[in-house]
Each structure stands twice: as structure tokens, then as C-alpha cells.
């Protein structure tokens, strides 16, 4: 499994990113795409998961309403869409997977569930 996570950049409050993730072919069948960030000094955090299916996602309650998870299984590539961004939204995200066999909904937002991970995007928000 391969991810590559791009669309990271120095915005201004108030304004949207979309972060992109392009998966190795095959990656997106029964699994979970997240995206997982790391500010400064913090632990790592699932703001956003969804199931290859798409019957479920997730959402970390910090971002909720401002962000949105997405991916196309043709294109093998997960997408997050993220508005109103805050400067606490200032990070390194990343792009993760893993098995849809292994999560629940009470584990998807769990860091420690993601087997694969990609490199990470530096996403810098200004106030």
C-alpha cells in the first residue's frame, strides 16, 4: 500500500485548503481511508475517516462542519475538503489506511488503527 498526500500550504484564517491523497490501485476495496494530523507538540488526531463503502465516516468534533472526507474509488485517491480553517488547524496531516475488517465506529477515529500511512503535508494556517 502506497499514499501519497498532497495540497498542504501557508493559508489565512477563514479560507479552505483540499488536501488530496492518491492510493496505490486496489488500496480503497475494504478499507478505511482517514486523515490524520499532528500539530506541534500534540498527539496525533483522526479529524476525518470513511469507509470504502461509504456507509460511514467520521469526524473529530474540532472539525465538524468545516471539514469533509471524500474519496473516488476510480481515481484511488481520498480527498479532504477543509473550510474555515482555524489557526489550530496548523499541522502535518496525513493520509492513512487500513483495513475495514479491523475498525468499528468506536475505533475509527483511533490513530492506532491505521496500519498504513503515507508522508505527511505541512497545512500552516495564519491568523
Not at 494530523?37 to 475517516?49: D, W
Not at 480553517?85 to 502535518?92: N, Q, S
Request: with cysteine; net charge neutral; hydrophobic share 35%.
Amino acid at each position: 500500500v502506497q499514499l501519497q498526500a498532497s495540497g498542504g500550504g501557508l493559508v489565512q484564517a477563514g479560507t479552505s485548503l483540499r488536501l488530496s491523497c492518491a492510493a496505490s490501485e486496489g488500496t480503497f476495496v475494504n478499507a478505511v481511508m482517514g486523515w490524520i494530523r499532528q500539530a506541534p507538540g500534540k498527539e496525533h488526531e483522526v479529524v476525518a475517516a470513511i469507509v470504502w463503502s461509504g456507509d460511514i465516516s467520521f469526524y473529530a468534533d474540532s472539525v465538524k462542519g468545516r471539514f469533509t472526507i471524500s474519496r473516488d474509488n476510480a481515481r484511488n485517491t481520498a480527498y479532504l475538503q477543509m473550510d474555515s480553517l482555524k489557526p489550530e488547524d496548523t499541522a502535518v496531516y496525513y493520509c492513512a489506511a487500513t483495513p475495514r475488517s479491523k475498525v468499528t465506529k468506536a475505533t475509527i477515529g483511533r490513530p492506532t488503527e491505521y496500519d498504513f500511512w503515507g508522508q505527511g503535508t505541512q497545512v500552516t494556517v495564519s491568523s
